[in-house]
């Protein structure tokens, strides 16, 4: 069966520090990999999603950047945190080659920046 | 412009009591819908599916949907609440070649 995993679950970090959350699944391959982020009492806000190694879109302007170094492997990363960048992210993922799907999501990682 | 709108925030229903929450969608063509639930600090569990075919849908934990395309709606019902169910719930489309759109949720609470 397929899981999810995102480290760590949570993290405080002061505003101008760098950021990497990882996101690995296990039991599929060639997935579509999605980053969001849910802020306080928020919807989901899609922020970066892949289809394929290397292959990375942004849906929103912003000082995050996201990477696909391995096949199953997702990170978000920020050279300088802002405090507008707390809120809890979420890793999904979906069957490759189709978009629409059902997305399964990772249990999350709670940000907050001081 | 595409959107999926949950127009309830916050419920409130007592266990045991019934449950609808709504969602309604604006898409020109035929959309994959999806509902979500998130207990808090969590990630989201899909809670069922509607691709084709029926339009009563099945889920986990004693939930259903009806997708009624007259008037692009995909409501979420429970017969019976249980405190459990206390939670966020998202609706969420899909549509061949583009990405999923999520409703802002809504968010259920259960009194005792």
């Known amino acids: 069966s397929q899981t999810i995993h995102q480290w760590p679950a949570t993290l405080v970090q002061p505003v101008g520090s760098p950021l990497s959350l990882e996101c690995t699944v296990e039991?599929?391959?060639?997935?579509?990999l999605y980053w969001y982020r849910q802020a306080a009492g928020r919807g989901l806000q899609l922020l970066f999603y892949s289809v394929g190694i290397g292959q990375i879109s942004s849906e929103v302007p912003q000082n995050l950047s996201a990477s696909r170094p391995q096949d199953r492997q997702f990170i978000l990363s920020s050279k300088k945190l802002l405090l507008s960048d707390s809120g809890f992210y979420l890793c999904a993922w979906s069957v490759g080659g189709t978009n629409y799907n059902e997305q399964f999501f990772g249990p999350g990682t709670r940000l907050t920046v001081l | 412009a595409q959107s999926v709108t949950q127009p309830d925030i916050h419920i409130t229903v007592s266990e045991g009591a019934s449950l609808e929450l709504r969602c309604n969608y604006s898409?020109?063509?035929?959309?994959?819908l999806f509902w979500y639930v998130q207990s808090p600090g969590q990630g989201l569990q899909l809670l069922l599916k509607y691709f084709s075919g029926d339009t009563l849908v099945q889920g986990i934990k004693g939930f259903e949907a009806e997708f009624k395309r007259s008037q692009s709606s995909f409501n979420l019902r429970k017969p019976s609440v249980h405190w459990s169910d206390a939670a966020e719930y998202f609706c969420?489309?899909?549509?061949?070649?583009?990405?999923?759109?999520f409703g802002p949720g809504t968010r259920l609470s259960v009194l005792p």
């Open positions: 898409y020109g063509a035929t959309p994959y």
């Open positions: 039991g599929t391959s060639n997935p579509n």
């Open positions: 969420a489309v899909g549509v061949y070649g583009q990405n999923f759109v």
